[in-house]
């Protein structure tokens, strides 16, 4: 009877790293996928929120129902780059390397498409481990999704105050009605919150908050003129 050849210690490990390298390509494939019909029922930061006893407040709303100018908006004020790039502005996150690198607050050069990612399969916070995850991620939903439904999804998930996330729900919270009709002003406001929604409000905002969501009010109308969200139309 001839004698089975048992596999090395260093092949059968290796064995192992390709299955769980397989597996987790199988997996993540799917669920981004089921995601592209499917709105996220919850996020790590939902969690984090509910966890902490502040609750949780969202409400779906799809991006045909709701107000232009909310992704006008949010184009104005986090990616004017959104339409014209496949998932990476290199020279946005130039810039904040840059900036980082002469000190005071981080920065990060974040494309709606990567903070998308991370919203909808990730944590949050740094490290080299995540942020490769995420840019793996927002190569997968730039080219299962596309750019409406990236965009539907961040502003349904993406955090608009403490507990609460979408701008639906935001525009409830702030202005009392839903978000398939926000003025200029209104969506601006969201938008300038989203940086910070656990230190800013939309409603009444002051300081930066105020100063900010008056100038993207302005740039609303050029990302409509110029075309920045041609993508969404």
């Known amino acids: ?13 290796s064995w192992w790293i390709v299955r769980a390298i397989l597996i987790f390509l199988g997996v993540s494939i799917a669920w981004v996928a089921l995601y592209r019909f499917v709105p996220p029922p919850i996020t790590a930061t939902m969690l984090g ?10 409400d779906w709303m799809s991006l045909s129902r709701m ?36 000190g005071g607050r981080i920065r990060g050069g974040s494309t709606i498409s990567q903070q ?21 991620f927002t190569v997968l939903i730039e080219l299962i999704w596309g750019k409406p439904r990236i965009m539907e999804v961040y502003l349904n998930i993406a ?14 919270r702030y202005f009392g009605h839903d978000a398939s009709r926000l003025t200029p002003v209104e969506a601006a406001r969201i938008a300038a919150v989203l940086p910070l929604p656990k230190k800013r409000a939309a409603i009444s905002p002051s300081g930066f908050t105020r100063r900010h969501g008056n100038r993207l009010a302005r740039w609303v109308g050029v990302v409509r003129r110029d075309g920045l969200d041609s993508c969404l139309r």
């Open 159 to 172: 955090e608009t105050g403490i507990g609460t996330y979408g701008a639906n729900a935001g525009a409830q």
């Open 49 to 58: 929120d509910v966890f902490a006893g502040r609750g949780l407040t969202k």
């Open 1 to 13: 009877m001839a004698k089975v050849k048992r596999q090395s210690l260093p092949a059968r490990i």
């Open 116 to 136: 998308t990612a991370k919203n909808a399969f990730l944590w949050q916070g740094g490290g080299f481990f995540r942020k490769g995850l995420e840019a793996y």
């Open 67 to 102: 107000d232009p100018n909310m992704a006008r908006a949010a184009i104005a004020g986090e990616d004017g780059k959104f339409c014209s790039h496949h998932g990476f502005d290199a020279e946005a996150i130039e810039d904040a390397m840059k900036r980082n690198a002469r």
